[in-house]
């Protein structure tokens, strides 16, 4: 009884001592975001002119190409996963190799 009562004191220590770590680093982190803020973006507002504002017309644009290249990736990645893959079943359907046996003969001499 008394090796479980220790063990659970050694436990609820190393709990304690687990969570005041965690809080004490949670602390110097948050004491840091306000000691060092982030700093904030400056919006900077365009000014136009008339000269300078034109109209932008969206030009449909076809992903076509993007789509082409996705495609190649895709099957270049099967390609590749298909060529590495283990052969662990293969060597376990081949049977044991010379090393497994000459070891085997080594270990019945003794």
Do not use: C, H
């Not at 982190?29 to 000014?47: D, S, Y």
């Not at 030009?59 to 283990?86: F, I, K, N, P």
């Amino acid at each position: 009884m008394e090796l479980i009562n220790q063990g659970l004191i050694i436990s609820a220590i190393g709990l304690v001592a687990a969570f005041t770590s965690m809080a004490l680093f949670i602390g110097v982190i948050v004491g840091l975001q306000k000691l060092f803020p982030a700093k904030r973006e400056v919006e900077e507002t365009v000014k136009e002119t008339p000269l300078e504002a034109e109209t932008v017309i969206a030009a449909e644009t076809s992903d076509v190409e993007e789509e082409a290249v996705v495609a190649a990736l895709a099957v270049a990645l099967a390609y590749q996963r298909a060529r590495s893959q283990s052969s662990l079943g293969a060597d376990l359907l081949a049977g044991r190799s010379t090393w497994w046996s000459s070891n085997l003969l080594a270990s019945r001499q003794n």
